[in-house]
């Protein structure tokens, strides 16, 4: 059957799985729907592996199927493959594995064709076609802390996966901008600037200290806490001057988050969760006519199976919560949005909020049963940013960490080491501005991105600043100096690709261009898993990989008979490294 996703080739792996599922279909006609199990593999006996036949074996074994065992179902597999350009040879090994290997030629003609179509062909089959990432989130008048950093940096760079595999994502930043904390924030504010909320210009200054201010007189003055209380029920009644208090309190904070994500380069629409608390009240109702709401201990809850505490979705005084908001807002992107997959990206601590509320969204048929089928909700868990003391990352003098002053530090740092390299005399100021920016943010960025984002991770400039190892600086160099090898051709490389050739004589020419190929696979497999730092991998390797063949005499590109060939494999190298810059919202840098 056609879809409208045939226009797209897959990776390397997807294509392989294509010609197995035919293989298979012929092989054991009388099983169905057997997906093929095929992998990458840097054995001796092939670049990939096709692992169905043991697993076959043991099912048609008995039912009169005409094979004497696993291997001899690994061979009708081989016979059954269909002719291939992309298939070199086949064996059989072992118990029954079948190994291709894959065809020199054709590996050389799809990377020219992708550099000559440019690399989007290479993008892996979309999952999905509308998905909501929910990253950075922070909330309002409080600090953005580096727990909202890797959330910001993380959420982006999915976004980004997935948006190259062509999905529609909706980048939602779901800003805490609602709740009874307002009230004494506001109270506390009309007490300091009369009628702030009218004012044009917000010289409030540090809202952080004054929510603290407010919440130490909240504790200490009953008469103020009555007048909060007060306050609140006039916001939540959408009284005018309450309102635009909010408002402006609002947009205080925005005005802050927004100097991070512009430094960041990250794009993301607000819908706070002030936006989905018309739709609670009916969405509690629905889950009520279930039958899935039960009264305990004056609250509403819903209860979970395997979980002793139950998900409070209306409080004790009637109030809604965090939970009530993510319900609304679950039910919101499902139904009015039409999203397939809603990510989600937060600190582990959350794990059993969003664990719960997805089983109570799965109770009401929301959702299937099971994690494999779509519409499909995902937490997205980090861990902890540590200090250099093992502890959470905190600065000398203040509590928390400002991001923006981190930036700025990296920055500094970045700059220096240009200067120090002798860059001050050669380059413009600006060269020299663009460059440390794009090495200090692409750093701190590297620096999250490369771990697995589940375990904790120690913050520190001198190692992710470090030009050897793998860090953003390494990288970033890598990809300058490939550059600079193209520049110093005197070569017209677009003119290369279309008139010259490119081969995969050598071993190591053979290597880097099987590893450019298997892009799209590694990309599909962080999407799927919703892993980054598989791709961060990926492009280590990519470096390494493209070192030996560079460093090899063997391999001579400038002067060399094969000069053209290896300028277009030089230039494929760097396609794919700044498409995976770009996936990890790095800006790359062209020369050092
Ligand atoms: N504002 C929350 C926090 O700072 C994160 C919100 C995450 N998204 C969600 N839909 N619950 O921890």
């Not at 300091?192 to 603290?212: M, R, S, V």
């Not at 916001?235 to 988050?257: H, M, N, P, V």
């Amino acid at each position: 059957m056609a879809t409208e996703h045939d226009e797209y080739m897959g990776s390397l792996k997807a294509q392989l799985a294509k010609l197995f599922e035919v293989s298979l279909k012929v092989t054991v006609p009388n099983e169905l729907d057997v997906e093929p199990l095929v992998a990458a593999c840097n054995g001796k006996f092939g670049d990939y592996q096709c692992n169905n036949a043991m697993g076959l074996w043991s099912k048609i074994k008995g039912k009169g199927a005409p094979f004497r065992g696993p291997p001899a179902v690994g061979e009708a597999i081989k016979n059954n493959l269909p002719s291939s350009e992309m298939i070199e040879s086949c064996s059989v090994a072992g118990p029954g594995f079948v190994n291709v290997v894959l065809s020199k030629n054709w590996m050389a003609k799809s990377i020219q064709k992708m550099l000559i179509e440019g690399i989007d062909t290479w993008a892996p089959l979309p999952p999905v076609k509308t998905a909501v990432v929910d990253f950075s989130s922070p909330n309002i008048a409080k600090e953005m802390h580096v727990g909202h950093l890797r959330s910001t940096i993380i959420g982006d760079t999915l976004a980004r996966m997935l948006e190259f595999s062509k999905v529609k994502v909706l980048r939602r930043n779901h800003v805490g901008d609602w709740g009874t904390q307002f009230g004494m924030l506001i109270e506390f504010l009309f007490e300091k600037f009369p009628n702030f909320e009218d004012a044009t210009e917000t010289a409030i200054g540090d809202l952080q200290a004054f929510y603290k201010a407010s919440k130490q007189r909240f504790d200490a003055d009953p008469a103020f806490k009555e007048r909060a209380q007060q306050a609140v029920v006039r916001l939540q009644g959408g009284e005018d001057k309450y309102r635009r208090a909010w408002a402006q309190i609002c947009q205080i904070s925005r005005t802050e988050f927004h100097k991070v994500y512009q430094r960041l380069g990250v794009h993301l629409e607000e819908k706070g969760e002030s936006f989905y608390n018309p739709y609670i009240p009916g969405v509690i109702e629905a889950l009520n006519k279930q039958g899935l709401v039960e009264e305990s201990q004056g609250a509403r809850v819903i209860f979970i199976e395997g979980i002793n505490i139950p998900l409070i979705v209306v409080k004790s005084d009637g109030g809604f919560n965090y939970a009530s908001t993510d319900l609304a807002a679950l039910w919101y992107r499902l139904n009015e949005e039409k999203a397939e997959w809603i990510i989600y990206v937060t600190d582990v601590g959350q794990q059993q909020h969003f664990d719960m509320f997805f089983k109570a969204a799965k109770r009401a048929g929301w959702l299937p049963q099971g994690d494999s089928s779509y519409p499909k909700a995902s937490h997205v868990g980090f861990g902890l940013v540590l200090g250099e003391d093992g502890k959470r990352f905190r600065t000398r003098n203040t509590e928390v960490v400002r991001l923006v002053d981190l930036l700025d530090e990296a920055k500094v740092r970045s700059k220096a080491a240009l200067i120090e390299r002798g860059k001050g005399e050669e380059w413009t100021e600006e060269e020299i501005e663009s460059t440390a920016e794009a090495v200090s943010y692409g750093a701190v960025k590297y620096a999250d991105l490369k771990n697995n984002r589940l375990t904790n991770y120690t913050f520190n400039f001198d190692q992710m600043l470090n030009d050897k190892g793998n860090t953003a600086v390494y990288l970033l160099y890598a990809h300058a100096r490939i550059c600079s090898i193209i520049r110093r051709s005197g070569k017209d490389i677009e003119e290369l690709k279309n008139k010259g050739t490119l081969v995969l004589g050598h071993k190591d020419e053979r290597d880097l261009g099987l590893h450019l190929l298997q892009f799209a696979e590694v990309v599909e497999e962080a999407c799927t898993n919703l892993l980054p730092n598989v791709l961060c991998d990926y492009l280590y390797n990519l470096s390494e990989i493209f070192s030996k063949f560079y460093s090899n005499p063997e391999c001579k590109v400038i002067g060399s008979d094969m000069e053209t060939s290896r300028l277009l494999l030089c230039e494929a190298t760097a396609v794919v490294m700044r498409k995976c810059f770009d996936l990890l919202g790095i800006a790359p840098i062209y020369k050092i």
